[in-house]
């Protein structure tokens, strides 16, 4: 009951007047991360889980009666010459980490699917056995898609752990510290699109998303979040659609260090299909961030200025497919309000031969610090896989990771991976 009377107080503390007349919208649809998110995730960063993606209906190859099923295992073994990101106390470490994927899918009908994708694994660390845990692969989901007369709805909870460092640029701390950085994110909400008519699609949602470590180290970041969202999009042609696209977002912290706050933002949004192979993905909009003095970290910042997200598929041929994104972002900060991050990928995927595969990305962002630090920060990674046999596949894989700060917090990584899958 206590928790409960406050999230209401917080709720009510939070959320202005006018929001209850127009509450925000999110273009998940179209566009996978908004700009007034918390989150960075369109920048992939070289985490030491084995890249996991979505899979398609046809990578499943299990079937008992409706459901269809899938089943992958296997073991990555690592070395990494900077665990804990120091400048000068650098300190290496060999770990491997055994990894099951699975998943299934359920159409109870035409119209109602329930499907899961989980990736789990632990990672021992040979030189540093204490910050051995266990690991959840990025988009690990639970979805039940369904309508209810003509409205299409989507129930979801994705959760992950994060823990590779890399991925915040704003936090620091002693390599001991920065080497237990685990944090468990889980987001579960509601989505629903209403058509009143053929070419226009009304949508509206709710978020509710946590944040907490795993350990004894930044339990300051612990925090509850909160999105709501409502907008609207019209189908143009076969090609093009447009869209308005607002969200309000509340931040709560479970400590009273870090400010709690809210963003609000409001912009279109595009999705054309430039040619049979090229295809475009953009949202835009203006954002304003404020918080509260509830935390004692002595920022008084606000955000206010233009977010934007613009990605870019091109299918070269049947072999070879290359993806440029870039963006301008608003994060959570450490010791700060927030932290902006103007960022920019490119990827390229090609399959050599039939049992060979080229992975490439690299990755630049510029990041600062609402108070404090300011910096940039730099990836690649280069791998290639191998099938072995119909069921087993042996991948090798090098990332560098690098970091400059105006606060002297620099850093250089390399990574080194060997994998090997079985799909069951």
């Not at 209401?8 to 503390?13: C, L, M, P, V």
């Not at 823990?163 to 080497?179: I, T």
Request: glycine residues 10%; positive net charge.
């Amino acid at each position: 009951m206590h928790f409960i009377q406050r999230e209401a107080q917080n709720f009510s503390k939070h959320v202005p007047p006018c929001v209850f007349l127009a509450v925000a919208f999110v273009f998940s649809i179209f566009v996978a991360q908004l700009p007034a998110q918390p989150d960075r995730g369109y920048i992939m960063q070289t985490v030491p889980y084995p890249v996991y993606a979505t899979p398609e209906q046809a990578n499943y190859n299990l079937k008992f009666g409706r459901m269809i099923a899938r089943i992958n295992g296997g073991v990555q073994f690592e070395f990494n010459d900077n665990i804990g990101l120091g400048l000068q106390e650098r300190q290496s470490d060999l770990s491997i980490g055994p990894t099951l994927d699975f998943g299934f899918m359920i159409p109870y009908s035409r119209e109602h699917i329930l499907q899961l994708d989980l990736g789990i694994g632990y990672r021992w660390y040979l030189n540093h056995p204490a910050v051995s845990s266990l690991s959840l692969a990025p988009r690990s989901r639970v979805d039940y898609r369904g309508y209810a007369g003509n409205v299409q709805f989507n129930l979801h909870d994705a959760f992950q752990i994060q823990s590779d460092p890399v991925q915040r640029p704003e936090v620091f701390g002693a390599p001991e510290k920065v080497m237990r950085f685990r944090r468990f994110n889980n987001t579960i909400g509601a989505i629903a699109e209403w058509r009143p008519v053929r070419r226009l699609g009304i949508t509206f949602g709710y978020d509710y998303a946590i944040d907490r470590s795993m350990t004894g180290q930044f339990k300051d970041l612990d925090y509850d979040g909160h999105t709501f969202s409502l907008g609207a999009f019209y189908t143009a042609s076969s090609k093009l659609v447009l869209g308005l696209n607002n969200s309000y977002s509340m931040t709560i912290y479970r400590q009273n260090i870090q400010n709690d706050g809210w963003a609000y933002t409001i912009g279109p949004v595009i999705s054309y299909q430039l040619t049979r192979f090229i295809s475009l993905d953009a949202a835009a909009g203006y954002t304003t961030s404020q918080f509260d003095q509830t935390g004692t970290i002595g920022d008084t910042s606000g955000f206010s200025s233009i977010t934007f997200q613009t990605g870019l598929r091109h299918r070269v041929n049947s072999r070879t497919t290359q993806s440029l994104r870039v963006g301008r972002a608003l994060g959570v900060g450490y010791g700060s309000n927030y932290t902006e991050t103007w960022g920019f990928q490119y990827n390229l995927n090609t399959r050599v031969h039939r049992a060979v595969s080229l992975n490439t990305m690299f990755s630049y962002s510029h990041f600062r610090a609402s108070r404090g630090d300011s910096g940039d920060a730099y990836q690649l990674y280069f791998g290639t896989g191998y099938q072995l046999t119909k069921r087993w596949n042996v991948g090798i894989g090098y990332s560098y990771s690098c970091k400059t700060s105006d606060l002297g917090r620099d850093y250089e990584q390399n990574r080194l991976t060997l994998d090997f899958r079985r799909q069951f």
